[in-house]
């Protein structure tokens, strides 16, 4: 296969990477002690098209290629880690919403999230489940003209910000795990619905927090999917959003990169600039290459995607080991800096404490090794730990 990009991808990226670092990278850390995205600067990102270049021309999306959102999401996240997720979740929640809500819903929303006008969140995650995402308590009734939802979702990136949100619910009580749950494109604005936003150590301009739903009475045309069988069909869309997941961090590990090979060739010690000394250039050298091996796995996933072919174990790859490994390499960065490196001067900090979130957030890593498992061995594994638990296979 083929990973070097066209001449049209390096085009779109060379967009991305002159506003990245023009109008991003000096007043990332600026940004990051604020607790809000700055919406305007999102809809500059618009009205450049650096938002869901993927999306369906039909929505008013550009229709490009998979990978071709990667390399944007990339190189914005160079810039602005957290600027970075508005991209991210416009391909993925703009995709979801695309495939799967009513034409109405994508006409009105879709070219809104592409001008940088409006944010789709994702309420999945609840505070009983967290990595048991389709342990979900949250409920969905019917009503006569829609359902009545009643419940709380937590962790959900952009909780106070987002203006809609696609929410998973359970649709029928006789059911455990993804069986009888649904999926509902909800307008946050609903009469009943209620935020708070978490004070996390890291990516404080998107938030975390917790929304929820007071007997929130939604039409019948919310519904997205097949009721009752949602869970499954919609989450196929994190094998993409993974793979940009690992890009968004390589991004910031790579800036740090560049920025301590500049660093090492002006400092001196002992007489001599840092850079002749192996002990300083060495680590530098074992990033780059796991940078590269890295970059080449997310951008092997989005050729294995846009090709049609399946990529789950590689994105959960990408989800585990790319935000682990990149977190080791801005920490060896700030290391190399000594001490001016720990300080709040320089961006070290703030890029390892951003990236770390996503070890978390969007499946763990123990999450990810058993898509990995279940993909080469299928659920053999699975099904004996529940029958030496006693439980059914």
Request: charged letters at 20%; a negative charge.
């Amino acid at each position: 296969m083929n990973f070097l990009p066209t001449d049209d991808q390096l085009a779109f990226r060379d967009t991305a990477v002159r506003f990245a670092r023009e109008k991003l990278a000096g007043t990332y850390l600026q940004r990051a002690r604020i607790h809000t995205l700055d919406r305007q600067l999102v809809r500059e990102m618009g009205a450049l098209g650096l938002i869901g270049p993927d999306l369906p021309e039909e929505f008013g999306g550009m229709g490009l290629d998979y990978t071709t959102a990667g390399l944007m999401t990339e190189a914005i996240a160079y810039g602005d880690f957290n600027i970075s997720y508005i991209q991210l979740l416009a391909s993925l929640m703009g995709g979801m919403v695309a495939q799967h809500a009513g034409r109405d819903i994508s006409m009105e929303w879709i070219p809104r999230v592409i001008a940088g006008e409006k944010i789709i969140g994702l309420g999945l995650t609840e505070p009983r489940g967290g990595s048991d995402a389709a342990g979900l308590q949250l409920k969905a009734e019917k009503t006569a003209n829609g359902w009545r939802l009643n419940g709380e979702k937590t962790s959900m990136s952009a909780a106070d910000q987002a203006d809609a949100a696609v929410i998973f619910a359970r649709t029928e009580d006789s059911t455990t795990g993804s069986n009888g749950v649904s999926a509902f494109f909800v307008d946050l604005t609903e009469k009943g619905i209620s935020r708070t936003h978490f004070d996390d150590i890291g990516t404080k301009p998107v938030g975390r927090g917790s929304v929820f739903f007071d007997d929130v009475v939604i039409p019948s045309e919310c519904l997205m999917a097949t009721e009752g069988r949602a869970f499954g069909t919609i989450m196929a869309g994190f094998d993409f959003s993974r793979a940009l997941i690992g890009l968004e961090c390589i991004a910031p590990a790579q800036a740090s990169v560049d920025e301590t090979w500049a660093y090492i060739q002006e400092r001196e010690a002992f007489g001599a600039p840092l850079a002749q000394y192996q002990g300083v250039t060495f680590p530098l050298a074992e990033a780059e290459t796991q940078l590269t091996m890295m970059r080449q796995l997310c951008y092997y996933t989005l050729n294995l995607r846009d090709s049609g072919n399946s990529h789950t174990a590689e994105a959960a790859m990408c989800k585990w080991y790319v935000p682990k490994t990149t977190c080791e390499i801005i920490h060896q960065c700030l290391i190399l800096h000594g001490h001016y490196g720990y300080t709040t001067d320089l961006p070290f900090h703030q890029r390892y404490n951003d990236v770390l979130g996503l070890q978390i957030g969007d499946g763990t890593a123990q999450i990810q090794k058993l898509v990995i498992a279940r993909e080469k061995v299928g659920r053999v594994a699975l099904q004996y730990d529940k029958q030496a638990k006693g439980g059914a296979a």
